[in-house]
């Protein structure tokens, strides 16, 4: 098996599966949550169909990836008919995640504290590890725009652009949710977490930006005919990277605790 077809199929596969892995990493998290609260959060019904769904899914989307000659445009309808169809069960898992977490991040009390100090960022990351992200992210824009204009006859410049401007989105992402954590509102008694959590968050932010950049950087100037194995390599690790952000940044409405909203009569 070739490394093109091998790349052709593992990317069918994750496309198929990506559904399956957020909602996995949504679970988990709302889980994790739940149970600091001494709640247990039950798998729902809805995922157990959605697994049903992948695995009747991953089966024809396997076939046609190694039955079709590598590389082939029908690869984009193969992927995307298999997330679409994996996509549908896999939203109503979320729903319904979101549903049943819902009394581990709603405290019903009488009485309730607030605070007039406002909170900033700075208050839990200095301003120092603030731009590391910022930094990271133009930085390596500017490089691999510089690299990319060198004429190359064999470059592949899609893929490599996709991930180096995948990484401004995480910035976005993680910069709000920073900020949502950092000033949001939040239960008095739980705020000793809020730096904790707020640096957690930092981390994999960081963490994202060097994955996607330097998978970016790594296949820019690859041979893709001679060394299709390490540029499938490269891509999957960066793929799979970026679902685990997407579906971490996804969970972020899952967890932290506020006072729940008394309705007006």
Not at 143 to 162: C, D, G, M, N, Y
Not at 185 to 194: F, K, L, N
Request: charged share 10%; glycine share 8%; proline share 6%.
């Amino acid at each position: 098996m070739t490394g093109s077809l091998l790349a052709q199929l593992a990317s069918a596969l994750l496309s198929v599966g990506t559904p399956l892995l957020v909602a996995y990493i949504v679970l988990r998290v709302a889980r994790a949550h739940a149970a600091s609260f001494g709640l247990d959060l039950a798998t729902p019904h809805s995922f157990k169909r959605l697994t049903r769904v992948t695995v009747w899914t991953t089966l024809p989307a396997g076939v046609a990836a190694a039955t079709l000659p590598a590389p082939t445009p029908w690869m984009f309808l193969v992927g995307g008919l298999g997330f679409a169809i994996t996509a549908i069960p896999g939203w109503r898992v979320v729903a319904d995640i979101d549903r049943a977490s819902v009394p581990a991040r709603e405290l019903a009390s009488p009485s309730r504290t607030a605070s007039l100090t406002p909170r900033r960022v700075s208050h839990y990351l200095p301003w120092m590890w603030r731009v590391l992200p910022y930094g990271l992210t133009l930085g390596g824009i500017v490089v691999f725009v510089i690299r990319a204009t060198a004429p190359l006859p064999h470059r592949q410049l899609l893929v490599p652009a996709v991930f180096a401007f995948a990484s401004t989105m995480f910035v976005l992402l993680y910069e709000t949710w920073i900020q949502q954590v950092a000033t949001g509102p939040a239960v008095e008694e739980e705020t000793h977490d809020r730096a904790r959590l707020v640096r957690r968050i930092f981390a994999v932010e960081t963490a994202l930006v060097i994955t996607t950049i330097g998978v970016a950087h790594a296949v820019l100037n690859l041979n893709w005919s001679t060394h299709d194995t390490l540029a499938a390599t490269l891509c999957l690790v960066g793929g799979a990277a970026g679902i685990v952000g997407c579906a971490l940044a996804l969970a972020s409405g899952l967890i932290g605790r506020r006072y729940q909203t008394v309705p007006r009569t």
